[in-house]
């Protein structure tokens, strides 16, 4: 019996716990989903692959990676979070080689899933200027969850073109 109340003591604790910023982190969730197969992507193109584009003014593979990455700091910027002082948000599109593209975009990725959780509750219906569209802080954590799932369709796409496999369909 003891063994029975400590369960249901612990298990309503868990319980209580995990309503408290469930949106962020259910958000934080798909949005790793999403993050890991990007990267899983760029570690299968091979280098010679990342300046292949499907048509003149479209962007390559390695500048759809950096798209992504700037996306992550700018939208968490609107949120109130400020890039990390040794990232240039006007350089990020300059940055060449795979090794150093896969860097930038883990940086992003690490950065953007730790703000998500610090935006409160309380806060998510905050109204927000993004520039592009005005919405409250929620729609600005949905929007960088869906811009990372978008390009990731677009990734596995080029992919596709270029008989490289996303390594989660093997």
């Known amino acids: 019996?003891?063994?029975?109340l400590l369960i249901a003591v612990l298990f309503s604790g868990a319980f209580s716990y995990?309503?408290?910023e469930l949106t962020q982190n259910t958000i934080k969730a798909v949005l790793t989903g999403n993050q890991d197969q990007v990267i899983q992507?760029?570690?299968?193109?091979?280098?010679e692959k990342y300046d292949w584009r499907p048509a003149e003014g479209v962007n390559s593979v390695g500048e759809a990676l950096l798209h992504v990455a700037t996306g992550n700091y700018f939208?968490?910027?609107?949120?109130?979070?400020?890039?990390?002082?040794?990232?240039?948000?006007m350089s990020l599109g300059k940055i060449t080689g795979?090794?150093?593209?896969?860097?930038?975009?883990?940086?992003?990725?690490?950065?953007?899933?730790e703000k998500i959780t610090m935006v409160e509750d309380g806060d998510?219906?905050?109204?927000?200027?993004?520039?592009f569209m005005k919405s409250n802080k929620?729609?600005?954590?949905?929007?960088?969850?869906?811009?990372?799932?978008?390009?990731?369709?677009?990734?596995?796409a080029y992919a596709r073109s270029n008989g490289v496999v996303p390594p989660w369909s093997k």
């Open 1 to 4: 019996m003891k063994k029975l």
């Open 18 to 20: 995990a309503q408290e």
């Open 41 to 47: 992507l760029a570690e299968a193109f091979p280098e």
């Open 75 to 89: 939208l968490a910027s609107k949120l109130g979070f400020a890039p990390p002082e040794d990232v240039d948000m």
């Open 98 to 113: 795979k090794d150093n593209i896969i860097a930038t975009l883990k940086k992003s990725n690490e950065f953007v899933l």
């Open 124 to 131: 998510l219906n905050e109204e927000v200027d993004f520039g």
């Open 138 to 156: 929620l729609g600005g954590l949905l929007a960088i969850m869906e811009h990372n799932g978008e390009h990731k369709g677009q990734l596995i």
